[in-house]
């Protein structure tokens, strides 16, 4: 899964890598699954960052307009409406990351990290997922497997 988030390599080595142990059909679902379980972690970190935003948008709301009667969840609604319209946008960060090609694989002095610290603003929830998995090397000693 982290190869999946290293703009240099992207699905691309991992479709790669399982055509280089396994059949075409068995590497096509291989592939198709770490996918799919990348978009399932996209959606969910997709889905709580809205509820964060409809909570700070009650918030502001409360806070700005005292007298007027305001449904905020005919807003919210209305929110996840336009987000729901601007669908490629919002929902597919992971099909546009996969779309925009890979850096380049020979690039040892690429800061993965500092990668995504320039693209946070493209991939604001898939920098959520990366955030998640990335594994601190000083969490893991050299005589214990990677999980």
Known sequence: MANFLDPRLKLKYIKFYFGE????????LLTKKVKDNLVSLYEFYFKADEVVDDNRHKQDVNDDIDDMEVNVNTLARFKRHLQEEDNVEN???????????CEDPN????????????????????LKVAHVLAIPISQWLPNQPLA
Request: proline share 0%.
């Open 21 to 28: 142990l396994y059949d075409y059909d068995k590497a096509q």
């Open 107 to 126: 690039d040892d002095k690429l800061y993965i990290l500092g990668w995504w610290k320039i693209n946070a603003s493209k991939y604001k929830i898939l």
């Open 91 to 101: 929902r597919n960060e992971v099909e546009r990351y996969l779309v925009n090609g």
